[in-house]
């Protein structure tokens, strides 16, 4: 594809450089988490065991309500665990993880700058010193790759909802974050267009060399994707199953699917989803 | 400043609609206006129904009522000899004066002393009790204070003005700054944003909307309150020549004072909103 081609271009040198067995970057243990409304505790997450190697790709699915997007939270230190640690480069998270990218599942796209200038501005930090050409380049980079050329100098207001999306993607995936952190990203696109974001998206992960951690509900998107499964439980969120995903990456997104092994791994992971998107909706 | 448009149309559009270029269609509106002729044929018309409406006044019988009701003719010469001898824009100029000093100091007080408030959050919950209670106090009635503390002169009306202009503004910073949403401000933290960056990227450009709004308001707000002062007590003003006359039993004096009350708001009026077209192209 030409936009992985033009990444490709951009890519780290590194790239290909063998790796040793990477070490953790995210280790998560015993993590529960608990909240209070009206005087009733809940457990959002229940004894949470969950270690991610460096550059691995991993993706919790599960039914809704099961504490999948406050795994992330804790992880990018927006939450603090009642019990137990969630540690980031062998370092217990205390503050906000400013090293992890989060694309949260709720759009926080700056209603008054354009798309490309809200795709631009984590280069006008700081703490990323860019020349405004570099930062330009960039953003027509980002711009390109998640297919929103034409529509640079729209406001939010004035986007599609998956538009927007994809907006938030290019704004957290243009200062190559080391980790990135992904809360069901493409549930508002059509099946092709998320098709397509999800090669992108690999290409992208696989060249920067980024660990990821991949909340959906798409059981099929999480098999196409990672190098492990992560099943959780109905509330309180528990790890049910985890399995590694036995196809090479990267892979063919758009073939992947008619593969037997995907096959074989989707039935048995729908086995323990159903059950458990059964009990997730008595409400 | 483009974006400020921008960001309020961000802000108040419906977020569910989705597409751009939403077209209400020929509506009523257009509808009405084909059947109205055009303009020099409207211009004459006006003017007509005007000049007929003068014309009664000034010719109808009913002399009993005259002394209260006037005659335009009257009312003129009294304007005419306003202009000659410099009262007319002596105290238009002292209205104007008051109004665009309460308005320009109060704007400023009120943006910071909100901005404070709402960034300082212990400051907040001490006096907010306080603050409250100055704020639901209609200021007009601290009129009589202000006499007694600052004369009826220029001080005591532009205190007033100053303090309800501020007091718009002050609510409306603070409340803008509480409507901010939260992820914003953590989506740019997670990006390593500092908070002084925080302060100009998020901050900033989410409250100017609620600013320009509240200090469009707070023109007419400080129009309107420099006027009720100046019926209170003042010497000068257009308000003290209206009040002035009217005790005097002068209807010829009143209603001139009153028609030139009339003129300085449409001046006012259209002059804002040309600031605003400037502003939001």
Redesign the interface.
């Given at each position: 594809m030409q936009l992985a081609d033009n990444l490709r271009q951009v890519g780290d040198p590194a790239a290909d450089r063998p790796a040793a067995d990477p070490p953790f970057k995210v280790e998560i243990t015993g993590l529960t988490h608990s909240f209070a409304t009206r005087g009733k505790v809940t457990d959002a997450l229940s004894a949470v065991d969950l270690a991610v190697r460096e550059r691995e790709f991993v993706a919790l699915v599960g039914p809704s309500g099961c504490g999948k997007t406050t795994v992330l939270n804790c992880v990018a230190g927006l939450l603090r665990p009642t019990r137990g640690t969630v540690n980031y480069d062998g370092k217990p998270v205390t503050a906000l993880n400013t090293r992890i990218g989060y694309l949260s599942q709720k759009d926080t796209l700056l209603p008054w700058r354009t798309a490309a200038d809200n795709i631009r501005i984590a280069m006008e930090l700081k703490c990323r010193p860019t020349s405004r050409a570099a930062a330009n380049a960039k953003v027509a980079a980002m711009i390109d790759l998640v297919g929103l050329k034409g529509f640079e100098r729209h406001y939010p207001a004035e986007l599609s909802g998956g538009m927007r999306k994809r907006v938030a993607l290019a704004r957290t995936l243009i200062y190559e974050p080391e980790a990135l952190l992904l809360d069901e990203p493409f549930g508002a696109l059509d099946a092709q267009l998320r098709l397509i974001m999800l090669d992108q998206l690999q290409t992208l992960t696989t060249i920067r060399r980024i660990t990821v951690l991949f909340v959906t509900h798409d059981l099929g998107e999480a098999i196409s994707l990672a190098d492990r499964v992560v099943v959780f439980s109905a509330r309180p969120g528990r790890i049910r199953v985890i399995r590694d995903v036995p196809i090479p990456r990267p892979r063919d997104i758009f073939r992947v699917r008619f593969d037997p092994r995907f096959a074989r791994l989707h039935e048995e992971l729908w086995d323990e989803l159903k059950d458990e998107v059964v009990k997730g909706t008595d409400i | 400043m483009p974006?400020?448009q921008?960001?309020a149309?961000?802000?108040l559009?419906d977020?569910g609609h989705?597409?751009?270029g939403y077209d209400p269609g020929p509506g009523v509106m257009t509808r009405l206006g084909r059947l109205v002729p055009g303009g020099a044929a409207r211009a004459l018309g006006r003017l007509g129904l005007l000049a007929a409406a003068l014309a009664a006044w000034q010719y109808l019988p009913g002399s009993e009522g005259r002394f209260w009701i006037s005659d335009p003719i009257s009312i003129g010469s009294v304007l005419l000899g306003w202009i000659a001898d410099g009262t007319l824009l002596r105290n238009i100029l002292a209205t104007l004066e008051v109004m665009t000093a309460g308005y320009a100091v109060g704007c400023v007080c009120g943006i910071g002393l909100g901005l404070l408030f709402g960034l300082v959050r212990p400051l907040d919950t001490v006096l907010s009790p306080f603050v409250f209670a100055a704020y639901s106090l209609p200021k007009i009635a601290l009129i009589p204070l202000l006499i007694i503390l600052y004369g009826i002169g220029f001080e005591s009306k532009f205190v007033l003005v100053t303090l309800v202009v501020s007091f718009m503004l002050f609510s409306s910073t603070v409340d803008g700054i509480r409507n901010i949403?939260r992820?914003?401000v953590?989506?740019?933290?997670?990006?390593?944003?500092?908070q002084d960056?925080i302060l100009r990227?998020?901050l900033l450009?989410?409250i100017?909307p609620w600013i320009f709004t509240s200090m469009r308001i707070a023109v007419n707000t400080a129009f309107s309150n420099t006027l009720l002062a100046e019926l209170l007590a003042a010497n000068s003003g257009i308000g003290f020549l209206i009040i002035t006359y009217s005790n005097q039993y002068d209807a010829a004096g009143t209603y001139a004072a009153v028609l030139v009350l009339v003129a300085v708001s449409v001046v006012l009026t259209e002059l804002l909103s040309q600031v605003e077209r400037y502003m939001s192209v």
């Open positions: - | 974006d400020a921008q960001a149309a961000g802000i559009s977020p989705d597409g751009p949403d992820d914003l953590q989506a740019l933290r997670l990006m390593g944003a500092t960056e990227k998020v450009p989410a100017r």
